[in-house]
């Protein structure tokens, strides 16, 4: 029996604000390499988006060149102009990172820039800039937050993946029936590209209600008794979290997914919590 490769597992985690708090990270960072994932990817936070050479690149630097797992770099385009984005290239090449995870970002009440109105800009922009870059984007199968229907938010998906979208990475979700339906019209639309699931694990109720506001997710109803019932007792809380990833995860293995990633953010406990529970199921067995 020949274990071989196949589907792709990564994580992702955000750089903190603090020097305290980045030691820590790296910590972490040293446990999420035993687990050999494909990538780590890091995001780019609200704040200090013109300046993320300290922040995004500084941690993606460390999973590149010191642990030498490949990272992907976040980079959120509505508050950048074009020569922003040209010196974060050029630090990111530098630094060897060639995996970008284009974004428009997260809109706040900060004005934003001309150069950059959507993900697709930015796709477009750095593959005119330099054809080494794999390009990730983001996808949302329970439908953008922004987006007035299913229709026009699917044609804007299939715009930003002919744009140079080397790979998806779906937004959190806790119906998978939702995903496979998703899958099925990317198949109709003519997308080929790997499709990574994105599972988040939730452990902190505070964490949960803010992200679940910021990304508009739907809850099926056995999630919200989930979080219903173990309010008060965050240890309960954290297992049934963890548990429901793993459901989660069981069945979109079984059914073929391309990779799973993993938004256990800074947390090497989860991560590993999860990865134990289901690392053979990422192997084909061949006979
Ligand atoms: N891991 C992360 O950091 C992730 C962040 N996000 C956040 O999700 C949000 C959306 O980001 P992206 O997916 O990069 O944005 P996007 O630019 O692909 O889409 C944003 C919205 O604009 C619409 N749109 C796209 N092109 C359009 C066009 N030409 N005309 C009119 N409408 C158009 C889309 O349908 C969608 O509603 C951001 O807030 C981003 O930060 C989402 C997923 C992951
Ligand atoms: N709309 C949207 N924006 C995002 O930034 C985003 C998504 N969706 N979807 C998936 C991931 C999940 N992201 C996350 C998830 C959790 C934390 C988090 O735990 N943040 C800390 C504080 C962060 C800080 O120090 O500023 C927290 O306790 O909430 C951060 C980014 C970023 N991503």
Sequence with gaps: MVNNPKKMLSFEVFP???????????????ELKELSPDFISVTCSNNNRTDIGHTTIRVADY????????????????????NQVKEILEQLKTKGIHQILALRG?????????DFHFASDLVRFI?????????????YPDIHPE????????HYLKEKVDSGCDKLITQLF??????YDFQERCAIAGIEVPILAGIMPIVNRNQAIRLLKTCNTPLPKKFVRILEKYEHNPLALKDAGIAFAIDQIIDLTTEDVDGIHLYTMNNAETAKSIHHATSSLFYQELS
């Design 16 to 30: 903190p604000n603090t020097e305290v708090g980045t030691s820590k990270l790296f910590k972490t960072l040293d």
């Design 106 to 114: 997260d809109i706040t009440t900060l004005p934003t820039k001309n």
């Design 63 to 82: 999973v590149n060149n010191t642990l030498n797992i490949p990272a992907v770099a976040h980079l959120s385009a509505a508050y950048l102009d074009k």
């Design 147 to 154: 987006s007035q229907n299913r229709v026009t938010d699917f």
């Design 174 to 179: 806790f119906d998978n029936n939702t995903f």
């Design 127 to 139: 593959r005119a800039y330099d054809e080494t870059f794999e390009i990730l984007g983001a996808c």
